[in-house]
């Protein structure tokens, strides 16, 4: 009410001083305006005046000048005339706005100007006669003068009447103003006054609500102070209600609880106790501040605890004494002295107690919220109790359920693979039972074979018997038939050449020549069935020989004079060596050697040419004569040098209608000389003419028989390669001096000279040798140095050679290694397959060269070799010790340590593997094996080794030239061993089926030639792939790793016609690098080709989508992709 | 009350998902397809009447019971016998290659690929390893690319890169965020996440390690035998490959290709004539 009061009063007092301050401010304009009007008006009157003087100056000036008649009296007029009538149109305008002002000014002017002209129409110069001129003209002055004057007048009371008239307005004016105002203020100061007033009253009003405010504000004090305490208590029930929730446990449960009691009530200690019906004790659940030494379990009625607890109502324990208190404290500050015990009970079970320690004064309060809560705190505890109990029944149950969950997942699985196995072995089962029935019957079979086997062996054998009676009826018969056949040939012969003489001289000579053809006919026969009598006497032991002494010379000559005619008629040089020291004598038959003899020479002067030589030798050769008939004629070609020994045959078939001869002549020498005891070589190369070496013994035991070769030497036992044997000392060797993966050849002789020149030989080759002297020596030497080859004599001590062949071939790891026999014995008894080679001694030197060109070739073909570039590293050393120790019977292995080595080795030796150390300097290590790859062959393998982290584009320049690349780590020696094994296994691969690369097979034609393809790929199998592929076909391939690269090297390289992308690459997929392609305009219309190893339905369609003109799946078809690029190119 | 799903409304159910979507089940293994089915009808409130007119009509149902059929139970270092295996017997062989790639396929939320990672990333091999982790369903990569995982399975995670040897702190390689974990971007910037469908793709890369880890016990034999080559053709010569434990190469017919590593935990090498 009174704020209203006063706003009006405010406004009212404002509005006034606003019209207050109006007022005085439109009567001040006014006087302004009064002012000017004043002055206005003055100056007016001031200019009247002036004009008035003007014109008074003037007429004084007339006058005198009229008086006197000098002009001097006429300077004031002539100093205001000029000024008159600017004075005038001044007066005109200063009173143009009063109209009759103006009226009466104009009237002036007039005036003036009368009074003006008449002066002006006075001559000066005028002499007055008289006076009465004078007198008219200062009367016509004055009247107009005073015209003039009473218009001044006029003027003058005009302005000051108006000027009185505003005087009077003015003071009206103001005098209303000075009641306005003074109105004004009163009124003002009557509003002020009753504000002030009001504001008074207010004030006082106030002042009596004030202290009425105090007074109830006293009263709420008090009802304050007893909700505080019971608020407080309310909180403390609530905090604590609300620690009896949201625990886990009965532990927890009482921990929270004393917390948020002890917390509010700021206890020093307390103490909660469940109760356990079951043993009636009460167990401390959590305490707070209590000592350590605080009892765990209290019965009830035990001390004041348990006493308390018995109680159904809270108990307060006073005046405790300080030394009660065991609690320690470090500030030693006063101890409470109050116990207070709050058993808790329920439904009249007792479930805890809480005993807590305070001060004496808050003890009150504390009661009073003990009482209130001490039921919801047992509810608490019997369920906190109930939970604990549910939650380890609980914990318990999930737990098997969890476990029975896993095992039946298990079960689920192991179900299924079971009954896949089941299935499995249900088909395996049945192919069992099938692979079991066949084998049945290729049992029955067999048996049924062998059955047949047996009985032709045994019907064999009697034809064996069978043949062998009836050869020998043969030869019996042939021999005895001699008489037989040659009787009635002799008569042929004999008549035949007496009609070849036409001593008569009666025959034609057609006639002749008949004869001369029957004869000679009839001779060859004769021949031809000499020789086979001779050969089957011969072969029939019928053959007598008759044993003496027959000096070499005697033969030497003997056969000179019966070829030196032959010799000379055919112009063949013909000569004769004897030995040079000694004159031997052999001890035979002379009669058949010189058959033999005679049958080489007529052979060797039947084959050489003229011009040619033949030359008949003997030589000494250790215990026996050799005698060889050497010549330079057609020679026999290796693969005939068996066959001419046989029986009818020849080493053409065509030879005898060129040469003649019978082609038995061989065959009994061979056999007559086995019948002498010795032995018949042959030497000989087509082209290269020949020589027939017989070995006869100078000494001679009784003539061999021929022996029924059937028996083979089985050898039980199959001898064992000795663990450590006494090695030879004789004949020095190179077996301290080799180094792991070098190749060596081991040489078992026990003539020392002869071991020694195989091993001369051998090194002359370039090998290295071991050499044994016994057969158990032999085998030793075989297992620990793994040779190369082996060079085995058959007649050898300690063990036999054949036994010692027989254990190589049966030993796993030693039957690769090719055996050479050289031996002074006999083919026989030797399998063919057993052994690489086989020279019988003495042998000739190119019988040697032979038998290690064989070795040579084997090895070569072999042995793979494999080179090791260590550029220093230490681990390479270790790892080509282990890989040649691996690898000792199929590798060489050569170690070089630098790049100039390397180039070297590979200039002198075919190398096809290569293992090459890099180091750190990625363009020196790509330098080392671009110079590698250059040098070595075309399908050397190059595998590279290094230590550093490489990345894709250092990986993509090495695989340039290295087919792998190995990082020394720990495992790298594995590593590399695996990649020699697949290394050689490729090349086994390739020398079984050497695989035709899939060369495309569409028509041949040009139109991709010249093309430029971008292919993005990360397979590298792909990309070499389809890069060979394309450069097939003429076009330039360019590679990228990933979609961004591809977008680069689209980029870099103009003039891509094509792009084949593949999919699934790191950084950017082959989808976004196709989006990007084509948001290019100029690569909108790019032919690009998905590659894509995905097959399904919609793939197809989102390749498009992203871009790409076609797609084709991978593994990729060779011929459709190349039919598809071919569609994409042609536009 | 639900109907059952017979044997032979699966398999007309099968034909009907190959010839309508392009997604082949046809040789999965029969039992375990039939539980996912019969557990996503329940899931999804379906009855099996109805499921061919929701496959043929509702290419989002489709997909949803897609997921729901190729999803995958996966942990981190699950088995981690093989884990430690592959430390011990693999990787310092890889150590030997300058470059390495592994496949993981039908990697699932990719919880075993982060495992992967952890591993070569202890033996200092990740910096020059790419993974290629693939799965047929596309929400598994989704998220096995962002690298999520739940955060209440961390402890036994940790449990079992313990027991797989693992002596890092494992909270080393992940972050943890309100209610999921993510595991460290360092380890999985070499991994490329793309989709791929094990019974209708084809091979796309040369790998030193081929890693599929309990897939292939929901395949038939049949299934398994062309899966299995498929892995033959995409390993490097002497790669190596494993698989679950409770899966073999029984049902190969290139069986011999294979030498056996570790029999338990079933790592296989191609063999040099393989």
């Known amino acids: 009410m009174g704020n209203r009061k006063l706003y009006i009063g405010f406004t009212l007092a404002i509005l006034l001083v606003m019209i207050v301050g109006g007022v005085a401010n439109y009567t001040l304009n006014n006087q302004r305006e009064q002012l000017e009007w004043v002055n206005h008006t003055h100056k007016v009157l001031e200019q009247t005046t002036y004009v008035e003087r003007l014109m008074v100056d003037m007429e004084t000036g007339r006058r005198g000048f009229r008086c006197t008649g000098d002009k001097t009296f006429l300077e004031p007029y002539y100093k205001s005339q000029p000024k008159l009538e600017g004075a005038v149109e001044e007066l005109t305008n200063l009173t143009s706005d009063n109209p009759e002002q103006s009226k009466r000014v104009a009237n002036l002017a007039i005036s003036v100007e009368r009074v003006d002209s008449l002066w002006k129409s006075i001559n000066i110069n005028t002499v007055y006669r008289d006076d009465s001129s004078r007198y008219n003209i200062t009367l016509a002055e004055k009247i107009l003068m005073t015209a003039v004057r009473s218009d001044v007048i006029a003027i003058r009371n005009t302005e000051n009447d108006l000027l009185r008239i505003r005087d009077n307005a003015s003071r009206k004016g103001i005098d209303q103003t000075i009641w306005a105002l003074e109105l004004g203020i009163v009124l003002i100061l009557l509003i002020v006054f009753t504000m002030i007033r009001a504001i008074l009253d207010e004030n006082k009003n106030r002042k009596k609500a004030e202290a009425a405010l105090k007074d109830k504000l006293e009263e709420l004090k008090t009802i304050n102070a007893a909700t505080l305490e019971t608020n407080w208590v309310l909180t403390g029930m609530r905090s604590i209600n609300g620690s009896l929730i949201g625990n886990d446990s009965l532990k927890d449960m009482t921990q929270t609880t004393l917390r948020a009691i002890q917390t509010y009530v700021n206890a020093v200690a307390a103490a909660f106790y469940f109760y356990d019906p079951k043993t009636k004790e009460l167990q401390l659940m959590s305490a707070l501040a209590l000592p350590s030494d605080t009892p765990e379990k209290v019965k009830l009625n035990e001390g004041i605890l348990g006493l308390a607890a018995t109680n159904r109502e809270i108990s307060v324990v006073k005046d405790i004494p300080a030394g009660y208190w065991k609690i320690s404290s470090a500030t030693g500050a006063q101890m409470p002295d109050t116990l207070v015990f709050a058993p808790l009970w329920r439904k009249n079970e007792l479930k805890g107690i809480i005993e807590i320690a305070i001060f004496a004064e808050d003890t009150r309060r504390l009661v009073e919220l003990l009482a209130s809560i001490t039921d919801n705190v047992a509810i608490g505890v019997t369920a906190a109790h109930a939970n604990d109990v549910t939650n380890t029944l609980l914990a318990k149950v999930q737990e098997q359920k969890e476990e029975l969950e896993s095992q039946q997942e298990e079960l689920r699985q192991t179900n299924e693979e079971l009954t896949h196995q089941a299935e499995v072995l249900r088909a395996s089962e049945e192919e069992l039972k099938t692979q079991e029935e066949e084998l049945r019957q290729i049992n029955e079979e067999l048996e049924q074979r062998t059955k047949a086997v047996e009985a032709a062996r045994k019907s064999l054998q009697d034809k064996a018997k069978e043949l062998e009676i009836s050869s020998k009826y043969k030869s019996e018969f042939l021999a005895n038939m001699s008489h037989e056949l040659r009787t009635p040939l002799n008569s042929v012969l004999i008549l035949a050449s007496l009609l070849k003489e036409n001593k008569m001289g009666n025959l034609t000579d057609k006639q002749a020549e008949y004869a001369k053809v029957i004869h000679k006919s009839g001779s060859d026969l004769l021949n031809l069935i000499n020789d086979i009598l001779d050969l089957s006497k011969i072969e029939a032991g019928k053959v007598e020989m008759n044993m003496e002494p027959v000096p070499v010379s005697e033969l030497a000559h003997d056969m000179e004079q019966l070829f030196s005619v032959v010799a000379g008629e055919r112009k063949i040089s013909f000569r004769i060596q004897q030995p040079t020291e000694g004159n031997f004598s052999l001890t035979t038959d002379k009669q058949r050697i010189e058959q033999v003899i005679k049958n080489l020479l007529s052979n060797a002067f039947k084959f050489t040419p003229e011009g040619g030589t033949v030359t008949l030798a003997f030589t000494h050769h250790n215990s026996r004569m050799a005698i060889s008939v050497a010549d330079t004629g057609i020679g026999i070609p290796e693969d005939k040098q068996k066959l001419i020994f046989e029986a009818f045959q020849q080493a053409d078939g065509s030879t005898s209608r060129r040469y003649g001869g019978t082609g038995l002549g061989l065959s009994i020498s061979k056999e007559l000389v086995a019948r002498l005891g010795g032995e018949m070589q042959l030497v000989s190369a087509a082209g290269k003419g020949s020589t027939f070496t017989i070995l006869m013994p100078l000494e001679a035991g009784s003539p061999i028989q021929p022996k029924i070769q059937t028996q083979t030497v089985t050898i039980a036992q199959v001898p064992a390669i000795p663990d450590s044997v006494e090695e030879q000392t004789i004949i020095e060797d190179d077996k301290q001096q080799l180094r792991a993966g070098e190749q060596s050849i081991l040489i078992v002789e026990d003539d020392p000279v002869f071991a020694r020149i195989v091993r001369d030989f051998a090194h002359s080759k370039g090998y290295k040798t071991i050499l044994a002297i016994r057969g158990d020596e032999g085998l030793y030497y075989a297992r620990k140095y793994k040779p190369s080859a082996i060079i085995l004599d058959l007649g050898l001590p300690v063990l036999s050679g054949r036994s010692v062949l027989h254990a190589l071939k049966s030993d796993e790891v030693l039957k690769t290694i090719p055996v050479h026999v050289i031996t002074a014995e006999d083919r026989s008894e030797v399998g063919f397959e057993q052994v690489a080679g086989f020279v019988t001694k003495p042998l000739l030197r190119n019988e040697l060269d032979d038998t290690f060109e064989k070795i040579g070739s084997y090895i070569h073909n072999h042995y793979r070799n494999v080179m090791v570039v260590t550029s220093g590293r230490q681990q390479l050393h270790d790892m080509f010790d282990t890989l040649a120790a691996a690898h000792s019977a199929d590798l060489m292995c050569t170690l070089v340590e630098t790049a100039t080595e390397a180039i070297e080795t590979l200039k002198n030796r075919e190398v096809n593997c290569i293992i090459a150390g890099i180091g750190v300097d990625m363009a020196g290590g790509i330098g080392l094996l671009k110079s590698l790859k250059e040098t070595a062959k075309k399908d050397t393998y190059i595998i590279a080794c290094l230590e550093s982290n490489i990345t894709p584009a250092d990986e993509k320049s090495l695989k340039q030239f290295a087919d792998s690349i190995v990082r020394l780590s720990s495992q790298a020696t594995s590593r590399l061993l695996d990649e020699v094994e697949l290394f050689l296994h490729k090349l086994e691969k390739t020398h079984n089926q050497p695989t035709v690369p899939e060369k495309y097979s569409g028509p041949m034609d040009h139109s991709l030639s010249g093309c430029k393809v971008l292919l993005a790929d990360d397979d590298m199998r792909n990309v070499f792939a389809l890069t060979v592929l394309l450069e097939e076909q003429g076009m330039e391939v360019i590679t990228a790793e990933n979609g961004k690269e591809a977008l680069e090297m689209l980029e870099q390289n103009k003039g891509i016609n094509l792009v084949l992308m593949d999919i699934m690459m790191p950084e950017m997929d082959g989808y976004e690098a196709m989006t990007r392609i084509r948001a290019i305009k100029t690569h909108a219309k790019l032919p690009i080709i998905a590659l894509t190893a995905k097959a399904m339905v919609g793939d197809r369609e989102k390749c498009i989508e992203a871009g790409a003109s076609d797609y084709i799946t991978k593994p990729v078809d060779n011929n459709k992709l190349l039919s598809l690029m071919r569609v994409w190119l042609s536009n | ?274």
Not at chain 2, 90 to 115: F, M, N, Q, R
Not at chain 2, 147 to 160: D, H, R, V
Not at chain 2, 197 to 218: G, K, P, S, W
Not at chain 2, 235 to 250: D, I, N
Request: glycine share 4%.
């Open chain 2, 1 to 274: 009350m639900p109907q059952e799903l017979t044997s032979e409304l699966l398999k007309e159910i099968v034909q009907l998902i190959f010839e309508r979507h392009g997604y082949d089940f046809r040789h999965y293994a029969e039992a375990s397809l039939n539980r996912r089915m019969t557990r996503f009808l329940q899931i999804s409130g379906t009855q099996p009447a109805d499921l061919r007119y929701h496959i043929t009509n509702d290419k989002s149902f489709f997909f949803w019971m897609l997921e729901s059929l190729t999803v995958n139970v996966t942990e981190m270092f699950r088995d981690p016998m093989f884990y430690k295996s592959l430390v011990d017997k693999v990787l310092p062989i890889l150590d030997t290659y300058p470059l390495l790639k592994i496949w993981h396929a039908g990697c699932a939320t990719g919880e075993e690929v982060y495992s992967m990672a952890i591993i070569l990333h202890e033996a200092g091999l990740l910096e020059r390893t790419r993974i290629y982790a693939t799965d047929i369903n596309m929400a598994n990569i989704k998220k096995a690319g962002a690298g999520i995982m739940s955060l209440e399975k961390i402890k036994e995670y940790t449990a079992n890169y313990r027991k797989a040897g693992g002596a890092a702190d494992f909270s080393d390689y992940y972050t943890a965020r309100y209610d999921h974990a993510i595991i460290n971007k360092q380890l999985t910037k070499n991994v490329l996440f793309s989709q791929h469908n094990l019974v209708t793709d084809n091979a796309f890369n040369e790998f030193q390690l081929v890693c599929c880890r309990n897939v292939m016990i929901y395949f038939d034999k049949e299934l398994q035998n062309r899966v299995l080559n498929l892995f033959y053709q995409s390993l490097a010569p002497r790669g190596y490959l494993a698989l679950g434990t409770k899966e073999s190469l029984l049902f190969y017919d290139g069986m011999s290709k294979f030498e056996v590593i570790d029999d338990k935990n079933k790592i296989f090498r191609l063999k040099i004539d393989g």
